[in-house]
């Protein structure tokens, strides 16, 4: 089965807990599964079900037919890659860092800015940084971007205060049967 079949048999399960299924990832011995909150953030409780939905999943359809390998159920973190234009349209107001196509740049290929506006074509980025301050651009231009995590002013107790999303980050790995455990656990054939 291909990462798209994985995603396929994954979305649902993980939309029904109120998750979005960002990523999967798929390397030897490994299986990286990337949720995030449809609404709100996922925290550590909701990384658990998660983990227990999708190894209910993979009990049945097994990635590595025959093989160990390590599941990990995971949240983007902080600084979130955007790859499809509802994870632009979800960072409208974040400041981001996009790095152009070769053939699409004109100037430089790095920008960074706060995206203003995100449709199914394009997103506009706005900032100091920019020619004429805003720039905009297609989808099919971006080689990759990613959400950039800033640290806001003090407060009063000297401590800074992050000015985008506050996310708990974090991993949650499952066993066969839904157990917790310390670390991502080793699945398939023992």
Do not use: K
Request: charged content about 30%; proline content about 8%.
């Amino acid at each position: 089965m291909g990462d798209e079949g994985i995603e396929a048999v994954l979305a649902s399960p993980v939309g029904a807990i109120g998750l979005e299924l960002v990523e999967v990832e798929r390397r030897p011995g490994l299986l990286r599964v990337v949720v995030d909150g449809a609404q709100q953030p996922a925290d550590l409780d909701r990384l658990a079900e998660a983990t227990r939905a999708v190894s209910a999943v993979l009990d049945r359809q097994d990635p590595f037919p025959g093989q160990r390998y390590t599941l990990e159920v995971t949240t983007p973190g902080l600084e979130r890659p955007l790859r499809t234009p509802r994870h632009f349209q979800r960072a409208v107001g974040e400041v981001v860092s996009v790095r152009l196509l070769a053939e699409a740049a004109t100037g430089e290929r790095r920008l960074r800015g706060r995206l203003t506006g995100a449709d199914e074509t394009g997103f506009v980025l706005e900032g100091p940084e920019l020619p004429d301050g805003r720039q905009v651009l297609r989808y099919e231009e971006v080689e990759r971007a990613r959400t950039v995590f800033e640290w806001g002013p003090a407060t009063g107790d000297g401590a800074g205060s992050p000015t985008g999303p506050r996310r708990r980050a974090g991993t949650a790995g499952g066993r066969r049967g839904g157990g917790q455990g310390p670390g991502s656990p080793t699945r398939g054939r023992r």
